[in-house]
């Protein structure tokens, strides 16, 4: 199978009221990320979220939806970054768990 090249332009302008605006045109909004890792194979599951959550800046959250109660993930997190994330739980079923995780704001030096 060969591989078709990808053209890279521009993104759009938006007019100087948005210069500091998203301008990705990826068509996204500023809806509260919902990370659903039920149906991410369990192999690469932790990863897909470590991943998720370092792209997140202080103040950030998402909501992360697992089949159970995920505390050998938070725990590791916690170990990776400790005192990093506020985390509250939505909802815990049996089949269901739902936890919006925040990073914290980092602590200034003074």
Do not use: K, N, W
């Not at 009221?17 to 194979?41: Q, Y």
């Not at 994330?85 to 003074?110: K, M, N, W």
Request: hydrophobic fraction near 40%; charge should be negative; glycine fraction near 8%.
């Amino acid at each position: 199978m060969a591989a078709e090249p990808i053209e890279i332009t521009e993104p759009p302008q938006h007019g100087a009221a948005h210069e500091d605006a998203h301008t990705c045109a990826c068509a996204h909004d500023d809806a509260e990320i919902v990370l659903d890792v039920r149906t991410i194979p369990h192999a690469v599951r932790h990863g897909v979220v470590f991943g998720a959550l370092e792209a997140l800046a202080p103040g950030d959250g998402l909501v992360l939806v697992a089949p159970h109660d995920p505390l050998p993930l938070l725990a590791q997190l916690e170990g990776r970054e400790p005192g990093a994330f506020d985390r509250e739980y939505l909802s815990r079923e049996a089949s269901e768990v739902s936890i919006r995780l925040t990073r914290r704001p980092v602590p200034t030096q003074g």
